[in-house]
């Protein structure tokens, strides 16, 4: 793809991006003195910061990677991504975030972990984090692949030796930055993207001709359904709606991130902000991968490697190494926060509640021996699983058929019971695995079998222990118990 002097090139601006990484993970290692500093960033970060730190997170890799693979296969349609995103960011930003950010104040939560246990009982701390490090760890190795595949296509470096660059990387940064060092650097990386993609947006625009090019070009070839939002299937659309989608109501990094803001207001108008631009952002993507092959005609290319063809082909050298850098930055913006968010799920939810007396030092390190756990399980499941990206689907089915329903109903509705949702958990994570393993019987993608199964049991273990309760304060009225 690169000659041998352009690929010398890039190898030295990725080693000079990648210590700058090091080197500002180090320095704002010398701010994180506390457990809340490195894992909500001392509940202190301002509007600005939480802008882009949601930004960064919001779009990443899988974003500028795969928004624009699918956009270039499957077509306009591949958009229903971002307007079942769009309507989620409502609903969150509408009813959620200001109680779950009341909660966070008031019980000084660090994770979903914490709420499900303040609402179920500590008994559902357990399943919450096996739902959590199911997707995390997932996410958190797909990025190792992710980096490697960059290294290699770029620098020509053996994808093995780049999942271990990447794992090193990240678990350097994480480890010694905490949450401080991920959003001042998503500060850095949501910036760049942002408009590096809005610009190569615009470029791709007008090096295609303009949309009547386009259309003309995609009619000649009968294709012009390709360029319209309803070349989708109805079950595509939900599957998008019930994993991507309301996966955006459990997602623990993003609770994090609400909690870390100074203020709810800071909260609110960062997340608002942030979600307007990332959402436009990641409809531009896959715009560009719809231009990418009706406009620019590059046919005879790798869907996988569009994003390279792209901009190999409307920009010079010099800005394509820009593009990589851009590219970099967005995958390893959202790598830190799934590492971060998975690590925390084990010292808060695991080693945290066997502590009788809490201690910020000894949690700080147990906050850093964590990252490294998380590390190690990420790395084995990148170097073992073919398709990570399928896995990483998986995990978010599984933590929204083991987590939303619990989480929903017990923000709203008071009359769920402890048992109830414990037993809501086990349920829908159980029976999302079984259809995972057992290949998809009918058809049927285990988030239509998972979640259903969830509220089902959640309603009826309700009812149940509710009329136990009643018949209890009955007898013991009547002097029978």
């Not at 000079?16 to 704002?28: D, G, N, Q, R």
């Not at 201690?359 to 021996?369: A, E, V, W």
Request: net charge positive; aromatic share 12%; charged share 10%.
């Amino acid at each position: 793809m690169f000659s041998g002097d352009e690929r010398i090139i890039l190898s030295v601006i990725v080693l000079v991006y990648f210590i700058f990484l090091f080197v500002l993970a180090l320095y704002m290692n010398r701010k994180t003195k506390t457990y809340e500093d490195y894992n909500v960033a001392g509940r202190s970060v301002s509007l600005l910061p939480i802008i882009l730190t949601f930004v960064g997170t919001g779009v990443g890799g899988s974003t500028l990677l795969g928004y624009m693979e699918n956009g270039y296969r499957l077509g306009m349609g591949e958009q229903w991504i971002n307007i079942t995103m769009l309507s989620c960011v409502i609903i969150f930003a509408s009813f959620l975030l200001k109680r779950i950010r009341h909660l966070g104040e008031s019980h000084n939560m660090v994770t979903v972990g914490d709420y499900t246990a303040l609402r179920y009982g500590k008994q559902a701390r357990i399943p919450t984090v096996i739902s959590i490090l199911f997707s995390y760890c997932a996410m958190t190795g797909m990025q190792f692949v992710a980096i490697a595949t960059i290294l290699n296509l770029t620098i020509g470096l053996n994808m093995t030796l780049g999942i271990f660059i990447g794992w090193a990387l990240l678990t350097f940064k994480t480890y010694f930055g905490g949450l401080k060092a991920v959003i001042w650097q998503d500060v850095i990386h949501g910036t760049i993207q942002t408009l590096a993609i809005v610009i190569l947006f615009i470029t791709v625009l007008i090096a295609a001709g303009g949309w009547g090019t386009i259309s003309e070009y995609a009619s000649s070839v009968n294709q012009e359904s390709m360029l319209s939002i309803l070349n989708i299937e109805p079950s595509e659309i939900y599957i998008y709606l019930l994993t991507l989608g309301v996966y955006q109501f459990i997602r623990q990094d993003l609770w994090q991130r609400v909690w870390a803001a100074k203020s709810l207001k800071t909260a609110m108008s960062g997340y608002w902000i942030s979600m307007i631009i990332a959402i436009l952002t990641a409809a531009f993507v896959v715009a560009i991968g719809v231009f990418s092959r009706y406009g620019l005609r590059l046919e005879n290319i790798d869907p996988v490697l569009i994003y390279y063809g792209v901009i190999g082909d409307v920009f010079p050298f010099s800005l394509v190494v820009v593009m990589i850098v851009v590219v970099l930055a967005a995958v390893i913006s959202s790598a830190d926060s799934f590492f971060l968010a998975g690590s925390s799920s084990i010292v808060n939810d695991m080693i945290r509640p066997n502590f009788k007396h809490f201690d910020n030092q000894k949690m700080l390190f147990y906050s850093k021996m964590s990252v490294l756990a998380v590390s190690v399980i990420a790395l084995m499941a990148a170097l073992t699983i073919p398709e990570l990206v399928n896995l990483m689907v998986t995990g978010t089915a599984m933590s929204v058929s083991g987590l939303l329903a619990p989480v929903m109903f017990g923000l709203f509705w008071k009359k769920v019971t402890n048992a109830a949702g414990v037993a809501s958990m086990w349920s829908g994570l159980v029976a999302a695995v079984i259809w995972q393993i057992s290949g998809h019987p009918f058809g049927l993608h285990p988030i239509f079998i998972g979640l259903p199964l969830s509220i089902v049991i959640l309603l009826v273990v309700t009812f149940f222990t509710q009329q136990n309760k009643q018949n209890e304060k009955v007898n013991r009225k009547e002097g029978i118990l």
